[in-house]
């Protein structure tokens, strides 16, 4: 066994030593040192399995080695045993709990007690040993993502508070990004989960690449990831930090000979300027990197106060249209579409209106919001199953061949169960398929994804009519009329000519119009306003007309009261 004795005492030194080397039953080989510093000493240079450390000394105290040691990562790697002269129990308690393995008082040292010390101390040392190496694993595991290694939320926000707390001494800034992969979901849905963990290894790869070895990195869960900067001195560091991060993750992944292509949404909040505590630091910069994903992704946006107001509308309104959900009550209104040639309602545009509340959203404030989370889905849901419940009742109780307009969203699209809720939900209402138009815009085709052709072309193959609402002047737009099975054209009235004798929107208007009926499709304006619109309609052979001019959009008693005068 490899013993160190510290002791600055020869005669005491001289007696343990004889009582080592006396044990015949087992060989030592002995170190002898005076002080605590020649003792940190031998320790770096040579590994003992049991120190006899003299409590106290001249200089410094056995009880200040035994603490620093046993600060050390693994305890220390050896077990000590606690010698002195005192025999008051309060210093062995002491010792103990400072971590000695034992405590000997000198007047009690026999070759028996000194020999069974040593064995016991030795055992109980690799006891302790044993379980802080579990502790420590332990400990790893509660502080790390299992997937990518790195630091996960709990740990995280440890660090950051200790960062935050360190630059309030030096008056340093911290920024902190939070990073969020742009339309992970999708990846995951299309190619599965092995696939996604894959692109976050990776991802996790190449923004440690960009990254300083000082500057914490953390998985907050999911796709989500954090990173805190120390010692910022200008924001343009923080740009060119996220910069590269925003280079590196766009470039393409490949996945057993699959090309994928994912961008990440970055926000960047630093201290003090933004925010002085930690966990309103990590908030701000989420408000941030929300705001990036709404400029169009793939960006960087820093803090500003006004991304607050904003966020805790955005907030207010996601919660919002969960109540209302919850409580049915959305109401629906219906802008009736008129046919040119008979001018009589042919078929109403259901419209999703917010409930008559003091504060109240528009649909261009509110849809974009239950799209991004995924409350479009249950949302669309209630539109389609009360709308068609309506248009039952009009055709039951009016014997009119009405056709119903409902805007589906891309998120919806997106969904295969869209079709099995839309055949129940028709035969519960007892309406033919044939009598249901499908509003669907151009965003939806943004990826010319097969997923999408391949519902709308289920969708028509079930009767459902197609219609491409807010039609432009746009290549893609010609190009979707080719690629879609779409059987109706809605001219946006962003490009329908108003009274101002503009040449160039009447010739476009005209050629659109034009191109469209040699097509064969059907043609309906929206937006008319004016007479002079309606007249250029009827020039033109515009097939449905739809505007304020003939009807605003109106609850579900006035269109009945409307198809009462038809009768």
Known sequence: MYILIVDDDLVDRKLIKKMLISDGAQLHDITEVTCVLDGFQAIEKTYFDVILLDYNMPKEDGIEMLIEMRAKPKLGNTAIIMISSSENSSVAIECIEAGAQDFLPKGDITRSSLNKALIYAKKRFEAEQRMHDSYLAVKHMAERDQLTGLSNRYHFEEVLKVMIANNKRTKNCVALLALDLDNFKNINDTLGHNVGDEILVQTVTRINNCLRRDEGFARLGGDEFAVIIGGICNINQIGMIA?????????????????????????????????????????????????????????????????????????????????????????????????????????????????????????????????????????????????????????????????????????????????????????????????????????????????????????????????????????????????YPIDIVKLDKSIQPLDDNNDKRLKIIEGLSLMLKALDFSVVAEGIETPTQHALCNTLGIDYLQGFLFARPMPAHEISQLLKKEK
């Not at 040119?340 to 509110?366: C, H, M, N």
């Not at 009360?386 to 919806?412: K, M, R, Y």
């Not at 007892?430 to 509003?439: A, C, G, Q």
């Open 243 to 483: 910069n590269r991060i925003l280079a590196k993750v766009s470039e393409p992944f490949v996945y057993n000979g699959i090309t994928i292509n994912c961008s990440v949404s970055i926000g960047s909040a630093v201290y003090p300027n933004d925010a002085i505590e930690s966990h309103e630091l990590l908030k701000c910069a989420d408000i941030a990197m929300y705001r990036s994903k709404q400029s169009g992704k793939g960006k960087i946006s820093f803090y500003k106060a006004q991304y607050q107001y904003e966020f805790s509308r955005r907030v207010d309104i996601q919660n919002s249209i969960k109540h209302n959900l919850e409580n049915k009550s959305f109401r629906l209104f219906y802008q009736p579409v008129f046919c040119s040639k008979t001018q009589r309602i042919s078929g109403v545009e259901a419209l999703i209106r917010w409930p008559d509340t003091e504060i109240s959203y528009t649909p261009d404030e509110f849809i974009p919001i239950a799209e991004e989370c995924r409350l479009i889905e249950p949302l669309g849901e209630w539109i389609i199953s009360t709308a068609l419940q309506q248009l039952s009742d009009w055709q039951q109780n009016f014997q009119i061949p009405l056709t119903l307009s409902i805007n589906i969203s891309p998120v919806q699209l997106q969904k295969s169960t869209l079709l099995t809720y839309l055949l129940t939900t028709i035969e519960k209402s007892n309406v033919k398929s044939s009598n249901v138009i499908l509003e669907i815009t151009e965003t939806a085709f943004m990826e010319d994804s097969k997923e999408v052709i391949d519902i709308l072309t289920t969708l028509s193959n079930n009767g459902f009519r197609i219609a491409l609402d807010d039609f432009g002047m746009g290549y893609s737009s010609i190009s979707h009329l080719m690629s």
